[in-house]
């Protein structure tokens, strides 16, 4: 069967929409149609290479659909069947699965990109093989992927608000929640109003934070957060930014900094915003050679902490389902996430847009 898909076969040049051969699921792997693929900062992360694949790879890691068909001893899902994809694909009996940290799982030996058996199910017309991002690849109309990479979902929830929880909803909100553990009555900064940054606002305001201080550079991303539960806005471009935030937590620092943008130097700053004894948590992936300088002293004379967050400390099918739930009951925006919607065709267009700053999250939809 034929699929169209964005494909990165050069670091740093346009995705290329491509028409791939796709063979069939094997044992234990699932075909899906997809209906919707968030628009990520973490895919471009791949197009520019800080986060690594070798070329050419299938993009995308963001998305929901439909089965179509199932492998030889797929036992957890059907045709038919609705699911949110997880960019975590999770054995279940590794030591860091048995003690329930399944996103940090370490039980495959598979290369990078490749299904479980490491193989390539995509092909292009010249015969090379294309992996796919975090084995899902959900920018693509059709994807073959591990059974254990889906979470099951009622197939009343549109496929675009369910795709968002497949990293940007539970990357925010489970760093707050679940990583950080953040207590009501605390104040939390967050530096970064995009995708992750806004749901990590999110979980501030389920976690009962009584402050929440949004840090960005562009003003129109800064209102973005104000809609989505910043109680104050700290504007980069003009001010300190830790000095402002200090200023509005009476001097001493916030209880929780996040950081959602993947640099040492806004790391650093979540650092340096937290009071003695706080907890400063990175969640935006920085390039492996960038080094983060945190001064030993305040880590020992402070006792603050560093902690880094990898997809909310997430349980995917335990915790994705819980966070449609809070949709339901009106605690958590989705519907606010998705400001512009693409074609496939127009993911070039997507990137720009996000690198401009134009949405909080782009989305693209496929004909299901």
Same mark, same amino acid.
């Given at each position: ?18 028409? *791939? ?42 998305? =929901? ?68 991002? +975090? ?51 605390? +104040? ?15 979980? =501030?305001?389920?976690?009962? =934070? ?153 989305? *693209?939809?496929?004909?299901?």
């Amino acid at each position: 069967m034929q699929t169209k898909t964005a494909v990165v076969y050069e670091h740093d040049a346009p995705v290329v929409v491509d028409t *791939l051969t796709l063979d069939d699921p094997r044992e234990n792997e699932v075909l899906l149609r997809m209906g919707a693929s968030g628009v990520c900062h973490s895919d471009l992360s791949v197009v520019n290479g800080t986060i690594y694949f070798d070329p050419p790879v299938a993009l995308g890691h963001e998305g =929901a659909g439909i089965v179509e068909r199932v492998g030889d001893n797929v036992t957890y899902v059907k045709p038919g069947d609705h699911v949110i994809l997880s960019f975590v694909t999770y054995c279940g009996n590794c030591p860091l699965c048995v003690i329930d940290r399944v996103c940090l799982c370490k039980g495959f030996s598979a290369r990078r990109g490749y299904l479980l058996d490491d193989t390539c199910r995509l092909h292009n017309a010249r015969g090379q093989d294309i992996i796919q991002m +975090s084995r899902i690849g959900t920018m693509s109309e059709l994807s073959v992927v591990p059974e254990q990479a889906l979470i099951k979902i009622d197939p009343g929830y549109p496929l675009d608000r369910a795709a968002l929880v497949g990293c940007g909803v539970t990357t925010g909100v489970g760093a707050v929640l679940k990583t950080a553990q953040v207590e009501p009555g605390s +104040s939390v900064a967050v530096i970064g109003s995009g995708g992750v940054g806004l749901n990590a606002i999110q979980g =501030a305001v389920l976690a009962d =934070a009584e402050r929440i201080i949004a840090v960005d550079l562009m003003e129109n991303k800064l209102e973005y957060a104000r809609q989505f539960g910043a109680t104050d806005t700290v504007n980069a471009s003009e001010v300190d930014a830790v000095e402002a935030v200090r200023e509005l937590s009476g001097g001493l620092g916030v209880d929780y900094a996040f950081e959602a943008i993947g640099s040492s130097a806004t790391i650093r700053q979540a650092f340096d915003m937290v009071r003695p004894a706080g907890t400063a948590v990175a969640i935006g992936l920085a390039r492996a050679e960038d080094l983060v300088p945190v001064p030993p002293q305040d880590l020992i004379w402070g006792e603050k902490n560093l902690i880094g967050s990898y997809y909310g400390s997430s349980r995917p099918r335990v915790d994705m389902p819980q966070y449609l739930r809070y949709y339901d009951e009106g605690k958590l925006k989705l519907d606010e996430l998705i400001t512009q919607t693409y074609r496939l065709e127009q993911i070039n267009q997507a990137f720009a847009d996000m690198e401009a700053g134009k949405n909080a999250r782009g989305m *693209l939809l496929f004909d299901v």
